[in-house]
């Protein structure tokens, strides 16, 4: 509860100051204040999203007026896939699946 000192949260007290959580308005993502040269395209390269997916987390946003100090949902990319009998590894230039084996401690056949 964002506000543990209101006892009774039926009872609103005109002029009182409660603490109003903003996690519910990004479910998928993170708020961001627009900065000044702020535009989606670079909101979505910064951010390793898209235009589109910025577009649709803000409906109601112009992206032709963005206003600097507004709020907007940024979406993160969904989670990777799960790995449940080890780990995901993105091969790196001259890794081999012997290498591979060798320096995490496994053999080639199980990769």
């Not at 609103?12 to 479910?27: A, D, K, Y």
């Not at 910025?54 to 946003?61: G, V």
């Not at 979406?75 to 780990?87: D, K, W």
């Amino acid at each position: 509860m964002a506000n543990p000192e209101i006892k009774d949260p039926a009872a609103n007290i005109e002029g009182q100051t409660v603490q109003i959580p903003l996690s519910g308005l990004c479910p998928n993502g993170f708020l961001y204040t627009i900065q000044p040269g702020d535009t989606f395209f670079l909101l979505a390269q910064r951010f390793g999203t898209t235009v589109q997916a910025i577009q649709q987390a803000n409906p109601a946003a112009d992206p032709n007026n963005l206003r600097i100090g507004q709020v907007i949902c940024i979406p993160t990319a969904p989670a990777p896939p799960q790995c449940p009998n080890g780990f995901l590894y993105t091969i790196q230039p001259g890794d081999t699946f012997f290498l591979l084996a060798q320096r995490f401690g496994t053999t080639v056949q199980a990769i």
